[in-house]
């Protein structure tokens, strides 16, 4: 009885997850349809919702703007647009710091996490995973001394939030291990363990 049970957990926890994911990201997308006149939402105009509809239209905003972005009328408009959110005191920090974050992460060039790493972390005897982000800058790095490294810690099951720290590099221990598996290892709460390349592999 108790095998037959967590069997059936285990085939449909990851399904109700996932669907419950999905069907969350789509409601948060469906919101983009109040952005729209009243007498063009769907419920003016079919008498009934429509669930996804929103949905497509947030891809098809995402994509038509990146289309434009990319020719020289769209970037003229961008550098425009960017010059005036810079003249507006609070606005422009903040437009300032979320492009430059946006930047790193989704542009193809983008380095945002470049290695996984092995840190102790949140104290001495306890390892988890982490980011190599790059090396501290600015001002901070007059006041660090030695060779020092910027990593993100993420928490498990979100990796979204986490931990900014700078820790000397001999602290930490690169893996051999991709910035794609690091984060399913993360995610899955250490469940779904990468394979280990074995010496033929490696040559």
């Known amino acids: 009885m108790k095998k037959y049970f967590i069997t059936g957990l285990l085939v449909l926890v990851p399904l109700v997850i ?11 997308m469906d919101q983009s349809l109040l952005l729209l006149p ?15 509809l929103g949905a497509i239209l947030t891809v ?3 994509f038509v703007t990146g289309l434009i972005a990319t020719n020289i009328f769209g970037q003229q408009l ?17 437009y300032a710091s979320v492009k430059q974050v946006s930047d790193t992460i989704f542009s193809d060039s983008g380095n945002a996490f470049r290695k996984a790493l092995l840190v102790e972390f949140p104290r001495k005897g306890s390892w988890t995973i982490a980011f190599l982000t ?18 993100y810690v993420p928490t498990t099951p979100n990796p979204t939030g986490g931990y900014f720290l700078m820790m000397q590099r001999n602290e930490v221990v690169e893996l ?15 469940t779904a363990v990468p394979e280990i390349k074995s010496a033929m592999q490696a040559k």
Do not use: C
């Open 176 to 190: 051999d291990m991709s910035v794609d598996q690091a984060l399913k290892y993360i995610i899955s709460m250490g």
């Open 78 to 94: 961008i550098l425009w647009w960017e010059a005036v959110l810079s003249r507006v005191p609070v606005v422009k920090s903040i």
């Open 18 to 28: 996932t669907f419950w994911v999905l069907s969350s990201l789509i409601q948060t």
């Open 134 to 151: 790059g090396e501290p800058g600015g001002d901070v790095s007059n006041h660090l001394q030695g060779d020092y490294v910027s990593i």
């Open 60 to 62: 098809a905003v995402v």
């Open 38 to 52: 009243e007498q063009w939402q769907p419920e003016q105009l079919f008498g009934f919702s429509m669930v996804g």
